[in-house]
């Protein structure tokens, strides 16, 4: 069965390169598009759409207004699609707050291999939103996300100096690690974070949460220091790794020309480089990327953390990781903050139970 995809955009000409592209696909096909989103409204009552892409823009009522009533009302998996500007990159992150699945950017005119990227992108998009269908839930869209620190910091230099904390994620993984970091103290560990995102977006992404977070959040240069109370979001197209860096810290490495940054690259590096000294966590998102290095991780000695069934918005990376046995503890999203906190702070052994750590 083929995903029915509903394409919504004010610009014939976009409706065309994403219809026929989506068209292309074995596995998925559009079965309307609507310039605007009264006559989206008409249409998902008709051709019951598995997925939608959304513009941000268009007459009538922008997508922002119409996401906010369709998840209130109907909720089902969008896609949002973004300009490359600053102001669309926080257009798109404020619809992932409202319900949204996933964003990519506008399609660019032309041919070649621009647009062949651009069409894996979309379509990849598009699989893991539908992927995600059963975990849409209707939003109270009059709540603001919560990014307030509910955790006290962990006065302790020497565990912020010593120690490293791993991320890796992908369909979803925008709001699941403003979720996590938003619960980290301002002194935490370095924290890594390789997230499948489109490189146009992933420094809007740092700068947001860095406005959120107690700690800093940026996108790091290849060879800088990974400081406490820092968090690194890895460029979009580089694989990001950890190293020693001095005698007891650790540094950052970047290797451009990657569609994608690697999850498993960067856990398999702090199996290598931080043993026992990281903690490694792997949240929602598709296919295996990070398991094969959460398994290394905890091998090493890690203390390591999977995001649980009911919490993922797909539970394709952290089942991969589970399955492995890689995962020390599978927790639901909002515990995870709680869990590494309580292991650098209180010394917790590895096998202690979910239990104990979630009073």
Request: aromatic content about 4%; proline content about 6%.
């Amino acid at each position: 069965m083929k995903i029915k995809v509903l394409v919504i955009d004010d610009s014939s000409v976009i409706r065309s390169i994403i219809s026929e592209i989506i068209n292309e696909q074995p596995d998925m096909m559009v079965v309307g598009s609507a310039p605007d989103p009264l006559v989206a409204r008409e249409m998902i009552r008709q051709l019951n759409p598995d997925v939608l892409t959304l513009d941000i823009e268009m007459p009538h009522m922008n997508g922002l207004s119409f996401l906010k009533r369709l998840m209130r009302l109907r909720p089902m998996p969008v896609v949002m699609l973004s300009s490359h500007t600053q102001e669309g990159s926080e257009i798109a992150f404020r619809a992932l707050a409202l319900g949204a699945i996933d964003f990519v950017g506008k399609p660019l005119l032309g041919a070649g291999s621009a647009h062949e990227n651009y069409a894996r992108a979309i379509t990849a998009t598009i699989r893991g939103a539908y992927a995600a269908r059963d975990s849409v839930q209707r939003t109270d869209a009059q709540k603001a996300p919560d990014a307030e620190v509910l955790l006290p910091a962990l006065a302790n230099d020497t565990i912020g100096e010593s120690k490293v904390i791993v991320i890796g994620t992908s369909t979803g993984g925008a709001e699941a690690v403003r979720e996590v970091l938003g619960r980290m103290p301002a002194d935490c560990p370095p924290v890594l974070v390789s997230l499948h995102m489109p490189v146009a977006f992933t420094r809007h992404f740092a700068d947001r949460l860095d406005k959120q977070c107690k700690a800093t959040v940026k996108v790091p240069q290849d060879g800088e220091p990974a400081l406490p109370g820092h968090v690194y979001i890895a460029p979009g197209d580089a694989h990001m790794t950890v190293h020693r860096y001095g005698t007891r810290g650790f540094g950052i490495r970047l290797e451009g020309g990657a569609q994608r940054p690697s999850v498993d690259q960067l856990f398999l590096s702090a199996a290598q480089e931080a043993g026992a000294d990281a903690i490694g966590v792997i949240l929602t998102g598709m296919g295996e990327d990070g398991a094969d290095g959460l398994l290394a991780m905890r091998a090493a000695g890690a203390y390591t953390i999977a995001q649980d069934e009911d919490t993922s918005m797909v539970f394709g990376m952290p089942r991969a990781a589970a399955e492995r046995g890689a995962a020390i503890e599978v927790a639901p999203l909002g515990l995870i903050a709680k869990l590494v906190l309580g292991h650098l702070a209180s010394g917790a052994p590895a096998s202690a139970p979910l239990q104990s750590l979630a009073a």
